[in-house]
């Protein structure tokens, strides 16, 4: 992987939207990253169609994420052009060539970028995993579940992730308003992800919550910026 360029700004990314009024109030508490789920057993899920007109209300440099979980190839490509998302996020079994693959074949010319959620299973060695995802633009660590392949809401033990992948790490799993200042305090990820954290219901975002969370990450930025 690329060394990253080191940042004291902690980037956040909001998954499972799925209507206008949470698309904006993510974009405008100052989100950096919105992810839509394609995959249809999850409660956030949300056809490529209806992606595509959330997408179109995103303005610049906020990127736009499609979470897959072990796609088919061309059902795959038929998401991405439809929504017309910036990138993907596998967060099934997938392994690194067929991702890297499959998105090069989305664009001939450079590849479609996207990164790998890896879910921390008890015995998981990241130092021996993360190395073979040299292709990914990062990865987003998620709590592991012997039935779901994410959003499940639960936490893993943040001192497993190793101090020299930090800056390349995606933060999730079980994050809150009351807890992501930990977090980043924990980990200094480069980034962290949120979805059933602020939700009033499964799959049903508060706008409340997101304000809350995107305000915890800053002040705990701006805390460290003192220091």
């Known amino acids: 992987m690329v060394a990253p360029v080191m940042t004291q700004r902690t980037r956040v990314k909001i998954c499972g939207l799925r209507s206008a009024e949470h698309v904006h109030a993510a974009v405008a508490a100052g989100a950096d990253a919105l992810g839509f789920v394609f995959y249809p057993p999850s409660p956030r899920a949300i056809t490529p169609d209806a992606a595509a007109e959330l997408v179109a209300l995103v303005p610049p440099f906020v990127q736009t994420v499609g979470l897959v979980v072990n796609p088919d190839p061309a059902e795959l490509q038929q ?131 997101i304000q809350a969370f995107l305000a915890a990450v800053r002040q705990e930025d701006n805390r460290h910026d003192r220091q």
């Not at 967060?91 to 010319?109: K, L």
């Not at 921390?120 to 592991?144: C, F, N, S, V, Y």
């Not at 930990?182 to 706008?207: C, H, L, N």
């Open 79 to 209: 998401w991405v052009q439809t929504s017309g998302v910036d990138m993907l996020q596998f967060h099934g079994d997938e392994t690194p060539e067929f991702c890297a693959q499959v998105c090069q074949q989305m664009s001939q010319r450079i590849g479609l970028p996207f990164f790998k959620a890896i879910r921390m299973k008890p015995g998981l060695d990241l130092e021996a995993e993360l190395p073979q995802w040299h292709a990914a633009r990062g990865i987003l660590l998620d709590a592991w579940h012997p039935d779901l392949p994410g959003g499940t809401g639960e936490q893993f033990d943040w001192a497993n992730v190793p101090e020299r992948w930090r800056s390349r790490i995606i933060l999730a799993g079980g994050l809150t308003p009351n807890n992501v200042g930990q977090a980043i305090r924990t980990v200094q990820p480069y980034a962290v992800d949120v979805s059933g954290g602020v939700e009033a219901q499964k799959g049903v975002k508060d706008t409340a919550r």
